[in-house]
């Protein structure tokens, strides 16, 4: 397998810290408002990658945080006039409903900042202890980025005075202005934290690089604390080039073997910012579509390539997927051993294991769909082709996270729940009617359902219908 290393700008060789175990740490949201296209983009490609490790045969021991501490939860708050854990647990709550419905799994551990404090502390002590930090005279903490001789290393930046001016808060007291807070004082009745250092509130980059020694890092006995740290591009410089200072100098351990980055999502050719104010919320996307069809979507770019969002690409992606559920209609009910090897899941996932190329794959995909369907649309009992499809589609399953639905119900999407409620009492009831004989009811009550504007198939497991 190989990966592109964000720092090294090269597809480089997988090669895990422990044989056949993988530890992957990805930034997750802070839970402050409802989660956008961003959040989705990001999470959807770190479950690919998971599936794809899990897939190889590797043991994946996956984190993805919930920052549940910073100023925007706070200011929030602030103006609804509510405590900041009635806003976190919103949208956490908000979050894992959007995640599910995308089809992404839950992370093996999702460490929260408040729950991490005493690793913050013990972080911020090392970093004094072996003067890469200092205190000034208000109380905050700050690090000291001059005396790290590997600064910019992970993002290979050059910094002017200007950005260095812009990007931080200044302090007359700072050594450099490129230092960035660990700890920040707060004026009394402001939201803080008890603490060794005082009454405050944990720097941002700090968070993860804390929660890392905490739940992966003590497992390592190599010169990293992970295998691989992943999230969005924009986190590359300053979070991720921070959170890498902070490690090395405070353990003697880099902070990630490998590091992955995400390219950003564009409404209509510009970048995503609610600053624009064309911030895209998911969960504004599934009022219209369906979370697969989405997820479909989302992943059809490859992961390092910024997408830009629009409908026109969003319906044509879709109408991609709908060729491999008329397949999987074509062979409903079919049952046969899944676990059995294919040429089609070894060519699969070999393109996956390249960088997780997900054009090659989708490439094979339609090549698969369109050679079995021109088959089955030929003379002949086809048995054993049936059957390996079937397995195939179940990987695709697995691996993707498409198809996972009843085909027949999938071509549901767009009927309101009260009129699927009335098809499903009227198929009820012609049911009734057909096993008393009632041929008359039956077929009156078959062109009630179609009156709906849908299409009905009795097949040996029951009677299905789809959207016309």
Same mark, same amino acid.
């Given at each position: 397998?190989?990966?592109?290393?964000?720092?090294?700008?090269?597809?480089?060789?997988?090669?895990?810290?422990?044989?056949?175990?993988?530890?992957?740490?990805?930034?997750?949201?802070?839970?402050?408002?409802?989660?956008?296209?961003?959040?989705?983009?990001?999470?959807?490609?770190?479950?690919?990658?998971?599936?794809?490790?899990?897939?190889?045969?590797?043991?994946?021991?996956?984190?993805?945080?919930?920052?549940?501490?910073?100023?925007?939860?706070?200011?929030?708050?602030?103006? !609804? +006039? #509510?405590?900041?854990?009635? /806003?976190?647990? $919103?949208? %956490? =709550?908000?979050?894992? @409903?959007?995640? *599910?419905? !995308? +089809? #992404?799994?839950?992370?093996? /551990?999702?460490? $929260?900042? %408040? =729950?991490?404090?005493? @690793?913050?502390? *013990?972080?911020?002590?090392?970093?004094?202890?072996?003067?890469?930090?200092?205190?000034?005279?208000?109380?905050?903490?700050?690090?000291?980025?001059?005396?790290?001789?590997?600064?910019?290393?992970?993002?290979?930046?050059?910094?002017?005075?200007?950005?260095?001016?812009?990007?931080?808060?200044?302090?007359?007291?700072?050594?450099?202005?490129?230092?960035?807070?660990?700890?920040?004082?707060?004026?009394?009745?402001?939201?803080?934290?008890?603490?060794?250092?005082?009454?405050?509130?944990?720097?941002?980059?700090?968070?993860?690089?804390a929660m890392i020694e905490k739940h992966l890092a003590g497992e390592n006995t190599s010169k990293?604390?992970?295998?691989?740290?992943?999230?969005?591009?924009?986190?590359?410089?300053?979070?991720?080039?921070?959170?890498?200072?902070?490690?090395?100098?405070?353990?003697?351990?880099?902070?990630?073997?490998?590091?992955?980055?995400?390219?950003?999502?564009?409404?209509?050719?510009?970048?995503?910012?609610?600053?624009?104010?064309?911030?895209?919320?998911?969960?504004?996307?599934?009022?219209?579509?369906?979370?697969?069809?989405?997820?479909?979507?989302?992943?059809?770019?490859?992961?390092?390539?910024?997408?830009?969002?629009?409908?026109?690409?969003?319906?044509?992606?879709?109408?991609?997927?709908?060729?491999?559920?008329?397949?999987?209609?074509?062979?409903?009910?079919?049952?046969?051993?899944?676990d059995s090897e294919t040429v089609f899941k070894s060519k699969l996932l070999e393109a996956l294991?390249?960088?997780?190329?997900?054009?090659?794959?989708?490439?094979?995909?339609?090549?698969?769909?369109?050679?079995?369907?021109?088959?089955?649309?030929?003379?002949?009992?086809?048995?054993?082709?049936?059957?390996?499809?079937?397995?195939?589609?179940?990987?695709?399953?697995?691996?993707?996270?498409?198809?996972?639905?009843?085909?027949?119900?999938?071509?549901?999407?767009?009927?309101?729940?009260?009129?699927?409620?009335?098809?499903?009492?009227?198929?009820?009831?012609?049911?009734?009617?057909k096993k008393a004989k009632d041929f008359e009811a039956s077929d009156r009550l078959r062109d009630?359902?179609?009156?709906?504007?849908?299409?009905?198939?009795?097949?040996?497991?029951?009677?299905?219908?789809?959207?016309?």
């Open positions: 397998m190989v990966i592109f290393d964000s720092v090294t700008k090269s597809k480089r060789e997988f090669i895990p810290l422990k044989e056949k175990e993988v530890s992957l740490y990805v930034c997750g949201p802070t839970v402050y408002d409802d989660a956008h296209l961003g959040h989705a983009k990001s999470a959807l490609v770190f479950d690919l990658l998971s599936r794809v490790l899990k897939a190889e045969g590797y043991h994946v021991k996956y984190a993805r945080n919930i920052t549940d501490i910073d100023d925007k939860i706070i200011k929030k708050a602030k103006e !609804l +006039g #509510v405590g900041i854990k009635e /806003i976190t647990d $919103k949208y %956490t =709550e908000a979050y894992h @409903a959007d995640m *599910a419905r !995308l +089809g #992404v799994k839950r992370p093996d /551990i999702e460490p $929260k900042a %408040t =729950e991490s404090l005493d @690793a913050m502390f *013990a972080m911020i002590q090392k970093l004094i202890d072996n003067e890469h930090a200092y205190k000034i005279s208000d109380g905050d903490i700050y690090f000291d980025t001059q005396s790290d001789s590997k600064y910019l290393s992970i993002s290979h930046r050059i910094q002017d005075e200007e950005e260095k001016q812009n990007r931080v808060a200044n302090s007359q007291e700072k050594r450099h202005s490129a230092d960035f807070a660990l700890w920040k004082s707060v004026n009394e009745g402001d939201v803080s934290f008890d603490s060794p250092f005082g009454k405050g509130r944990p720097g941002w980059h700090l968070e993860c690089s990293y604390a992970v295998d691989i740290h992943g999230g969005g591009a924009d986190l590359l410089f300053p979070h991720h080039e921070n959170e890498a200072a902070q490690t090395r100098c405070s353990t003697d351990h880099e902070i990630a073997a490998y590091w992955m980055h995400n390219g950003f999502v564009n409404i209509d050719g510009e970048k995503m910012s609610k600053s624009l104010g064309n911030s895209f919320f998911i969960k504004d996307a599934l009022k219209a579509y369906d979370g697969e069809v989405l997820r479909f979507y989302l992943l059809s770019t490859h992961y390092r390539s910024n997408f830009n969002f629009n409908e026109e690409d969003l319906i044509a992606s879709k109408k991609r997927l709908d060729r491999l559920y008329r397949l999987k209609k074509r062979l409903f009910g079919l049952e046969v051993h899944l294991k390249d960088d997780l190329n997900i054009s090659q794959a989708l490439s094979i995909i339609d090549e698969m769909i369109s050679a079995v369907n021109e088959t089955l649309d030929t003379p002949g009992k086809h048995k054993e082709l049936k059957r390996e499809t079937v397995i195939d589609l179940a990987y695709i399953e697995e691996i993707l996270g498409f198809g996972i639905k009843n085909p027949f119900e999938y071509f549901q999407t767009g009927v309101d729940a009260d009129t699927k409620k009335k098809i499903k009492e009227l198929i009820e009831k012609r049911d009734e009617a009630e359902i179609l009156a709906f504007g849908v299409n009905i198939m009795d097949t040996p497991q029951g009677t299905f219908w789809e959207k016309r």
